[in-house]
């Protein structure tokens, strides 16, 4: 069974000293010691008075000691807390919360304590063991939290030398793909020069050829009118002996 402990420094409104109310919390019942530092008091709430308690309230009777332990284990705004005087000097220490928007109290009688001094150094006791665990953890989280500080230090300076050899690996890489990259374009220009000049040389010697077949093909023509002339000269001159015969013939005809 799960056994919880606290403690409370409970300010009370219409008191002018605050006091202590240490718990004790079980799953099915709880205990209360109260002190004022000079007078102690005790409440020891059974199974039995906390069960009709919690089915006066409608409630489990575990949920009954959890909102208990939650008014009585820290101070809860907006709740009125009080410790007044009953009967044969016990007290009664009460507490208000609200529930689906109903203000309600919760009050039980604490008896005076058969030691109150007893008490009183228990929950002394209870509150330096607490102050001790306390620095204690406070101690280990800041030399945690130093140590973590000093991770993040070294992280951090480790991360910025990164970033500068990430900066100095990139200027040089790109330093690096510039002269490349210029001296690809230089081939490059230098290759496109070349091929523009080998097209002219290769356009010009194409015109050269066709100017020269042009000129062999005039020629040729030339030749051929002279040749296509020379027999028509022949037959004119053929063509024109052969009436003067004619008329030759005719003449000794014209004789006889």
């Known amino acids: ?102 203000k309600l109290e919760w009050r039980w009688k604490c008896g005076p304590a058969p030691n109150s001094k007893k008490v009183t150094a228990g929950i002394l006791d209870f509150l330096m063991d607490a102050n001790i665990r306390l620095s204690d953890e406070v101690v280990t989280k ?36 510039l002269g490349v990259l210029n001296s690809k374009k230089s081939k490059l220009r230098e290759l496109r020069d070349k091929l523009s000049k080998q097209a002219v040389m290769g356009d010009l010697q194409q015109e050269e050829e066709e100017s020269t077949d042009k000129t062999e093909s005039f020629d040729e023509g030339t030749d051929d009118d002279k040749s296509e002339e020379e027999p028509a000269k022949d037959i004119t001159s053929t063509s024109i002996g052969v009436p003067a015969s004619r008329a030759r013939g005719r003449k000794r005809i014209s004789r006889k």
């Open 1 to 102: 069974m799960e056994t919880r402990h606290t403690c409370l420094k409970l300010e009370i409104s219409d008191a002018t000293d605050p006091i202590f109310v240490k718990g004790t919390w079980f799953q099915t019942h709880f205990d209360l010691s109260i002190t004022d530092g000079l007078n102690a008091w005790l409440c020891n709430a059974s199974e039995e008075q906390v069960k009709d308690r919690a089915a006066q309230w409608d409630q489990p009777v575990t949920e009954y000691v959890k909102l208990a332990e939650r008014y009585l284990g820290f101070q809860q705004p907006g709740s009125v807390y009080g410790f007044t005087d009953a009967a044969d000097g016990c007290k009664r220490l009460s507490w208000t919360f609200e529930k689906e928007g109903t």
């Open 142 to 177: 800041t030399q945690s939290f130093e140590r973590l500080k000093v991770e993040a230090e070294k992280c951090l300076a480790q991360s910025e030398r990164f970033k500068n050899e990430k900066v100095e690996f990139e200027s040089a890489i790109y330093s690096k793909f």
